[in-house]
Every structure is written in C-alpha cells, then in structure tokens.
C-alpha cells in the first residue's frame, strides 16, 4: 500500500523509530501508517543495512534490459537525425536500405530521438492527426508549383520547379531554374513525360506561369498546351495552399534538409545538391508503408499512359 506522500522520507523515518521502540504492535503500527507488514519490515531491514539512507527510493530500472537497442543503432540513428532532420519511420527504411540487422522499430526510433533531446517536447505536443487524402494510382493527379526563390552566390537567384506524384509522393521534377517562365516549365515538364508519361491531371496554384492573376478565368499558355495533350488542368483556391498540400510539405522537407544546409555558388551547384537529395529522399521513403508505391510503380503506369509529349 502507499506511503502518504505529503513528505515520504519523514513518515519512513517515523516509523522505523516507532518500530524500534516496540511501543505498538507491528501490526498496529503498519495499520497506522497505511502500509502492509511485507513494506513495513523492508524499511526496517534497509535501515538496518544502509541506516538513514536505506529509506531513500532506489532506481527501478532493471539490472539487465535484454530487449535495449544495440549502442551501434542508436548511435546510426542520432546521425541520420543530425545529417537530415528525419523522423522515426524514414530513419528506419534508410538503415534497413543501408543493410543493417536488428533495426528497431519506427516507435522505437522516435522514442531514441526524444530520450537523446533531439525532439522538442513543445513540438511533439502540437504534433496533430491529419486526415489525408490521396487519388488511388500513379499519375491521377500531379501537384506543381515553385519553391520560393533564393540567392546563389554567382548567377543570381534560383527557384526550384518541383511536381509531386498525389498518390505515391513521388517527386517527378526537382530542378533549380533561374526563371520561371512558361518555356523553363515545359521543357522540365516535357522531360518528366517522357520518362513518366502523361498524368491525368495537374494540379496549381493561380500564379504565373500557371494561372492569370489578372484574369483568373483565362487559360494561360501552359495551360493551353497541356489541355491539348490531353491533362486536365486545375487550380487551387486562392488563399488556400493546403490544396496542394503534398507539395507544399515537400517544400518544408527541401527547405529544411537542403536549402537551410548550404550555400549554393551557381545554378549548377544547386542542381547537384537537389539531385543528390531527391536520391537519398526515394530510397528513404518511396517504399515505406506511408508511401504506398515506389519510383517502380509509376514507371509501370506508364503502359496506360503511352502517350509520350514527344508523339503527341
């Protein structure tokens, strides 16, 4: 039974002093302070061990934790945090990708990062659950827009095209472009047709080179050229970029793990660095369970989406 807990170490003491007096039966003297003989007679064997200090709380973490992660995981898992800001889930794919045995679970991974103070309490706890949507295959709906712009050190400012798979969070483009013009955006787009095929749709916001700010029920020349090959094309409200909510948290992650990490010389050096994260971002998390498809399962969409740009 419990201690009172208005002042635990003073009650213990209390009661060892009464028990050594014999003034009570032992029995009585447990009733009178609410604990069982079996608790009443360990204070009284530990003060005979340790004195005063045996009535102190011991640790009750056990001796032996059979079932603990490895120093080697854990140790693996702090430098996948440190490298790229991921969570538990994507942490996991990437050491299993990495061909390391016994990696611990995605929970476990999440609760390594908050007993290593590399989880924000405040944070975790504004955390909320999400219902998500998403089109049920490969190339239904692509989301598209630019990441805002930001200076490199030598030719000028660079605003990276990015295009989002809705159903497997594919990245379909990620290109550093020093303009965004309706010409850079078709020829990134032409490319990603003919390695993807052709979506059913795209999905934008209502700024240039997409939309008509000034006319928002006016096609604009992209949009003219895509509807004549066949997309359907269409756009987010205003004010509400959560339409195109996958591509916008893309750009939080690139933000994060990329554009905050560096200091880009040129276009170029950029490209580079995008390229080498858009690797390392697919093998993470393309084949996790949140995912639901990878790169793969896009490139066999394409037998029902044969109509490269090039033949249309």
Not at 103 to 115: C, N, Q
Not at 184 to 213: H, K, M, Q, S
Request: proline share 5%; charged share 25%.
């Amino acid at each position: 039974m419990p201690w009172n807990v208005k002042d635990t170490m003073s009650l213990r003491q209390e009661f060892v002093c009464l028990a050594i007096q014999h003034s009570l039966p032992f029995s009585e003297l447990c009733r009178r302070f609410n604990i069982s003989r079996q608790t009443g007679y360990k204070w009284l064997e530990r003060h005979r061990a340790e004195g005063g200090d045996g009535l102190a709380d011991r640790s009750r973490r056990p001796h032996h934790s059979p079932c603990a992660s490895p120093d080697q995981a854990v140790q693996a898992v702090l430098a996948l945090r440190r490298e790229h800001g991921w969570g538990g889930r994507k942490i996991a794919r990437r050491l299993l990708d990495l061909g390391m045995t016994g990696v611990p679970a995605a929970a476990t991974i999440t609760e390594i990062l908050r007993r290593h103070g590399m989880i924000h309490p405040h944070a975790s706890a504004q955390r909320q659950h999400w219902q998500r949507f998403e089109h049920a295959y490969p190339n239904s709906l692509w989301q598209m827009d630019f990441k805002g712009d930001f200076a490199t050190l030598e030719t000028g400012r660079c605003s990276p095209l990015t295009v989002l798979d809705d159903h497997s969070r594919f990245n379909i483009v990620l290109a550093a472009c020093s303009r965004t013009t309706t010409e850079v955006v078709r020829t990134e787009l032409e490319r990603a047709f003919r390695c993807y095929g052709l979506p059913v749709r795209i999905n934008t916001d209502n700024g240039a080179p997409w939309g008509a700010p000034s006319a928002p029920r006016q096609l604009t020349e992209l949009a003219v050229w895509l509807i004549r090959l066949g997309i359907r094309v269409s756009y987010s409200r205003p004010y509400h970029p959560q339409t195109n909510g996958k591509d916008e948290r893309f750009h939080r992650t690139l933000k994060a793990e990329v554009l905050e990490r560096h200091a880009f010389t040129t276009h170029a050096h950029v490209q580079r660095e995008l390229e080498r994260w858009r690797g390392v971002q697919h093998r993470a998390s393309a084949r996790g369970a949140r995912y639901g498809h990878s790169a793969h399962a896009l490139q066999a969409q394409r037998a029902g989406h044969a109509r490269a740009a090039a033949g249309a």
